[in-house]
């Protein structure tokens, strides 16, 4: 029977959950655990595909074709294990399906309520296939006293009840601040949170806190008392260096100690964690250092490129060196020459994106590349502004364009309309709703023989996740392979280009889809790690 964690957080925003629901479900699995997260979301979004990158950070895709939460990608990085689309559910899709049971008359002519109805969604949602796990770990999107979290926070404290007893737990993430002119750290606001969560229902079992100083031995012991958490559940969540030393730091607090404690698992498995040490270490003692430009159009927030991030230091851990990342918006190249910015740099990467905003200067970025000989990595958008440029310069093809951004009498880059899932065709319309109407979750792609790429895959049969209504007008192939542009990969159909890469460049890929979704510390993509090895190859030269 699963035993459920749910995770909370309070004080504020952005202390951390994800990393933490996902250092705490790598700690039980290295102790042998089978595990499974699950995250909350209380916006009423269906899900975040149609949010903007620069509100929400990235949106992560699954296998499955879901358009998740960015800590999905947290989980399945420390994990290893691939979400769905079951393990990310919002306000939005509770609603959709109350509506359309409703509608139908489901309910039996019952008034439609919170409670029970939201909850009792909620709760279905939480409990469902669970049946192979050990550990079913649920965060609660947002902070404790937001009004659009109340039935979430309703449903696990009805679920905590429910359950058998012993079956679930809670830990709240909170913060504890330092005030420089007071010199001291406050716990005030964690006991007002910890109220507050109370006041729905809720006692916590244990208290994840944050701080930027180790917590002194008066302070655990005061919110012990004043939260009513006995003082070994009190776990100080200080900063590292690295999101991967934050099993090994938790764990040396002793959170997985408690955990399994708290469910009155004794003796516990012993956790095996040399692999986190191993991957900690290459991080901290790298044997060189490779500087990657991302040039993008929503740098002004990081987590838009989350895993991406993520990807090009497992890449850098793969070549044992540092990637620092140098971060410059595109527009920047529509104005001024991309010389001065990029002429310092080892790689350049451009990554996905939507809109015409900033895209002839991803297209200055892949042309600096090109004409330079520096490593070029394009990723979805990426690779449809190196096809655009290589149109432009090498096959003569002036007016080359995209109707992503209007009608061009050269569209190099189309609308898809139709193109096969399997044995499924799927449609589109060109005026039809936008969200979830992508080319979404995993396909598969044929790669050509003695390519660059089929070489780095060490395959010439890959599946990764896509997310894109645009792609490579097919019908341009022939003119741009005399100008030196190989299709080095298409849809197993042969319809639809998969990825591009120059002949006579030391390295300068294109691939429509989204292979940082699928990289991890312990197996970096090898796209990344090919990459960053090119990129350490070129600082070599300079």
């Avoid at 700690?27 to 595990?35: D, E, I, M």
């Avoid at 958490?229 to 100690?257: K, S």
């Avoid at 989350?306 to 230091?313: D, P, R, V």
């Avoid at 410059?328 to 104005?335: L, N, P, Q, Y």
Wanted: hydrophobic share 40%.
């Amino acid at each position: 029977m699963a035993r459920y964690i749910f995770i909370t957080g309070g004080v504020v925003s952005s202390l951390g959950k994800g990393v933490a629901s996902s250092a705490l479900g790598a700690l039980l699995q290295a102790r042998g655990y089978r595990v499974r997260l699950r995250k909350l979301d209380p916006y009423l979004n269906v899900d975040p595909g149609t949010m903007s990158p620069t509100q929400h950070g990235e949106v992560f895709v699954t296998d499955d074709g879901a358009e998740a939460d960015l800590d999905l990608g947290h989980y399945e990085r420390f994990t290893g294990r691939s979400a769905n689309k079951m393990d990310n559910i919002t306000t939005g899709r509770i609603y959709q399906q109350i509506i359309a049971r409703e509608r139908r008359g489901d309910y039996l002519g019952a008034t439609v309520q919170v409670i029970p109805h939201v909850t009792d969604a909620i709760k279905e949602f939480v409990l469902d296939g669970n049946e192979d796990y050990d550990f079913v770990l649920c965060e609660i999107g947002g902070t404790v006293g937001d009004i659009e979290g109340l039935p979430f926070f309703e449903a696990i404290r009805q679920l905590g009840n429910d359950l058998p007893r012993g079956g679930a737990i809670y830990v709240h993430l909170t913060l504890m601040p330092f005030i420089p002119t007071a010199g001291e750290l406050k716990t005030k606001p964690t006991q007002h949170s910890v109220r507050e969560l109370r006041a729905i229902g809720i006692q916590p079992d244990i208290l994840l806190v944050r701080a930027d100083r180790p917590i002194p031995a008066e302070e655990r012991r005061k919110l012990s008392l004043f939260c009513n958490v006995r003082e070994t559940a009190v776990i100080q969540a200080l900063d590292v260096a690295t999101i991967y030393d934050v099993p090994i730091a938790y764990h040396h607090e002793g959170l997985d100690t408690e955990v399994l404690a708290a469910f009155g698992i004794d003796p516990a498995p012993k956790p095996q964690l040399q692999r986190w040490h191993q991957v900690v270490d290459g991080i901290r003692n790298p044997e060189g250092e490779v500087t990657i430009a991302i040039v993008g159009k929503y740098t002004g927030l990081k987590d838009a490129y989350k895993s991406l991030m993520e990807a090009l230091y497992h890449g850098g851990i793969a070549n044992k060196v540092r990637v620092r990342l140098d971060w410059i918006e595109s527009e920047v190249f529509e104005k001024e020459d991309p010389s001065p910015y990029l002429e310092g740099v080892n790689g350049i990467l451009v990554p996905g994106g939507f809109g015409e905003r900033g895209s002839e200067g991803k297209i200055h970025a892949a042309r600096f590349a090109r004409e330079h000989n520096v490593p070029y990595f394009g990723i979805c958008f990426g690779m449809q502004m190196a096809v655009i440029e290589a149109a432009r310069s090498l096959a003569g093809i002036e007016k080359a364009g995209s109707t992503e951004f209007g009608e061009t009498s050269e569209p190099l880059v189309g609308l898809m309309t139709e193109w096969l899932k399997g044995n499924e065709l799927e449609k589109r319309a060109s005026e039809g709703d936008l969200g979830g109407t992508m080319r979404l979750g995993a396909y598969k792609a044929a790669l050509k023989a003695g390519s660059k790429i089929a070489e780095i895959y060490g395959s010439t049969e890959i599946e990764e996740r896509h997310r894109h209504r645009y792609e490579v007008n097919r019908d341009y192939r022939p003119v741009l392979e005399e100008a030196g542009m190989i299709f080095a990969g298409m849809s197993p159909d042969g319809l639809l280009p998969e990825t591009v890469e120059l002949a006579d460049h030391p390295w300068f890929i294109g691939v429509q889809y989204h292979p940082e979704l699928k990289s991890r510390p312990f197996e970096p993509h090898p796209l990344f790690a090919s990459f960053v090895a090119a990129a350490l190859e070129q600082s070599r030269l300079v």
